[in-house]
T-cell receptor, first 114, second 110 residues
C-alpha cells in the first residue's frame, strides 16, 4: 500500500508570508504527527492529530497550527514566517492506538524562508 | 526534562564489520522505542522497535538491545554495508508523540 505522502516537497517563501503543508497518511491510519527537523535542534514534535482531534502539542508558537480532515489527511500552517522556520517538516502516520503505535514518516517538505 | 541522547555523533566502521549505535533515554516509564534510519534527502525510515517488556529483538541484520536498569538502548548492525551509511535516530514514545535523540551518523568505509 502507499506510504505517507507529503506535498509539496520543496517550498521557498518570504518572511512574513504564510504556508500550508499537506500530509496524506497510510491508508487506515488515523494518527498524523508533525515534526520540524533542523540541524541545530534535531527532530522536534509539533502536534499530533487523531480522528480530527489534536491530542498533543509541542512547544511551538501559535503561528504553527494544524488540522486533520475526516479522511485523516492533515495540513499544517505556519503564519508570519520567520527565517528560523526554515527546516524540513516531517509528517508521521500511525494507527494511533496503544497496541499499534509504529510511526512511519513521509519524505518531508523542505521549507526555505528568505 | 525529557531527553533521548546519543553517545557518539559520528561512527565510522569498515565495510563488513559490525556497528553498534548507542542511545540513552531519561524516562524510566517509557514503554516503547524505535530506531530510525535517515538517508540524505529522505524522511526517517523505520528499522526496528522494541517494547519495554523485552530485552532484545532481532530483525534482518539488526538487533536492538534494551537495558532498562541503566536506561540504555543500542542498535547493532551486522556485516555493515555501504548502504547502511545514514543518520540513525532512536525514539522514545511519549504521550501521543515520539521524543528523538540527536542522531548518530554512520559512515561505512570501503
Amino acid at each position: 500500500k502507499a506510504g505517507v505522502t507529503q506535498t509539496p516537497r520543496y517550498l521557498i517563501k518570504t518572511r512574513g508570508q504564510q504556508v500550508t503543508l499537506s500530509c496524506s497518511p497510510i491508508s487506515g491510519h488515523r494518527s498524523v504527527s508533525w515534526y520540524q527537523q533542523t540541524p541545530g535542534q534535531g527532530l522536534q514534535f509539533l502536534f499530533e492529530y487523531f480522528s480530527e482531534t489534536q491530542r498533543n502539542k509541542g512547544n511551538f508558537p501559535g503561528r504553527f497550527s494544524g488540522r486533520q480532515f475526516s479522511n485523516s489527511r492533515s495540513e499544517m500552517n505556519v503564519s508570519t514566517l520567520e527565517l528560523g522556520d526554515s527546516a524540513l517538516y516531517l509528517c508521521a502516520s500511525s494507527a494511533g492506538t496503544v497496541e499499534n503505535t509504529e510511526a512511519f514518516f513521509g519524505q518531508g517538505t523542505r521549507l526555505t524562508v528568505v | 526534562g525529557e531527553s533521548v541522547g546519543l553517545h557518539l555523533p559520528t561512527l565510522s566502521v569498515q565495510e563488513g564489520d559490525n556497528s553498534i549505535i548507542n542511545c540513552a533515554y531519561s524516562n524510566s516509564a517509557s514503554d516503547y522505542f524505535i530506531w530510525y534510519k535517515q538517508e540524505s534527502g529522505k524522511g526517517p525510515q523505520f528499522i526496528i522497535d522494541i517494547r519495554s517488556n523485552m530485552d532484545k529483538r532481532q530483525g534482518q541484520r539488526v538487533t536492538v538491545l534494551l537495558n532498562k536498569t541503566v536506561k540504555h538502548l543500542s542498535l547493532q548492525i551486522a556485516a555493515t554495508q555501504p548502504g547502511d551509511s545514514a543518520v540513525y535516530f532512536c525514539a522514545e514514545r511519549g504521550t501521543y508523540k515520539y521524543i528523538f535523540g540527536t542522531g548518530t551518523r554512520l559512515k561505512v568505509l570501503a
